[in-house]
């Protein structure tokens, strides 16, 4: 016999409370054949809920998968144009100063259109614009060319580079 917190247990006890608590396994394979229709019910909610805050995004992002490739469209026809007008020397009259050309250059690729326009201003050492960036009279020796491709969203992609009149 031994005394705990003031109970007293005997090895009959511990017997008797240990076979109460065990469920043969015969009887636990007959109550679990199925899911509740409660289960069920949950599970249907639940799903309900999550798939579309999974679906959703992924939808809206397979929408939009084109954009990188306008972007990147956009940008190399930026630069291509940029690299034609670096080839000319400053005084060239392919690279007089002038504001953007309006409408500009249409490029159609893929069959989406695509709008080149390029600006040239006179700026100082620091790529500031002189004056109104037109007149010769505020020539300091740079030239600042800006190419600006938009693409068919109307979102324009600019890129600049500076030509100098120095040997």
């Not at 090895?11 to 899911?35: D, H, P």
């Amino acid at each position: 016999m031994s005394y705990e917190f003031g109970i007293r247990r005997t090895k009959q006890f511990k017997y008797f409370a240990r076979k109460e608590l065990r469920t043969s396994s015969l009887e636990l394979s007959v109550r679990n054949k199925g899911f509740t229709l409660i289960e069920i019910i949950v599970l249907i909610v639940m799903a309900g809920i999550l798939i579309p805050t999974i679906v959703v995004p992924f939808a809206t992002g397979i929408r939009n998968s084109g954009k990188p490739e306008m972007v990147t469209t956009a940008m190399y026809l930026a630069h291509q144009r940029m690299e034609e007008l670096m080839k000319y020397d400053y005084s060239r009259a392919e690279l007089n100063t002038h504001d953007l050309d309006s409408p500009g250059t249409t490029i159609t690729i893929g069959g989406v259109n695509y709008q080149l326009q390029v600006q040239i201003y006179y700026v100082d050492s620091n790529f500031s614009v002189v004056g109104d960036g037109k007149l010769a009279t505020n020539d300091r020796g740079y030239k600042r060319i800006r190419v600006s491709a938009t693409d068919p969203d109307a979102i324009a992609y600019n890129v600049y580079s500076v030509v100098t009149n120095f040997p």
